[in-house]
């Protein structure tokens, strides 16, 4: 069974960056659709950036949501087997759990963001933004 870590969390200054890791053993990533999410305190979990599978590929498409569009980068490194965010310009509404999590059945080049389309979650890294 498919298993996600998620690593690069921390505590950072508003502006600060930070880039995480999402990783897996055993199974290729290549062959998953991977969105990050989070889930700030007392809401609701949502989107930040997903990746479509690559099979092995450089070529893949991503889709980001809402405050991530600009800031964060969401890439993929097959030889690696890991998929990172990288987010820059940190604030602090930004302060969350982030999840990474895979999607087994997606098509080549399609996204889905709802979280109910990934069926392996890893079990969250913890971002706080504050000065």
């Known amino acids: 069974q498919l298993q996600l870590v998620e690593s690069g969390g921390g505590l950072v200054q508003p502006g600060g960056s930070l880039r995480l890791a999402c990783a897996a053993s055993g199974v290729t990533l290549d062959t998953y659709a991977i969105g990050w999410f989070r889930q700030a305190s007392g809401k609701e979990r949502e989107p930040i950036a997903c990746?479509?599978?690559?099979?092995?590929?450089?070529?893949?498409?991503?889709n980001y949501r809402g405050s991530a569009k600009g800031r964060f980068t969401i890439s993929r490194d097959n030889a690696k087997n890991t998929v990172y965010l990288q987010m820059n310009s940190l604030k602090p509404e930004d302060t969350a759990v982030y999840y990474c999590a895979a999607d087994a059945y997606s098509g080549q080049g399609s996204i889905s963001t709802a979280p109910d389309e990934y069926e392996y979650w890893g079990q969250g890294t913890q971002v706080v933004v504050s000065s």
């Open positions: 990746v479509s599978r690559s099979d092995g590929k450089t070529d893949y498409r991503t």
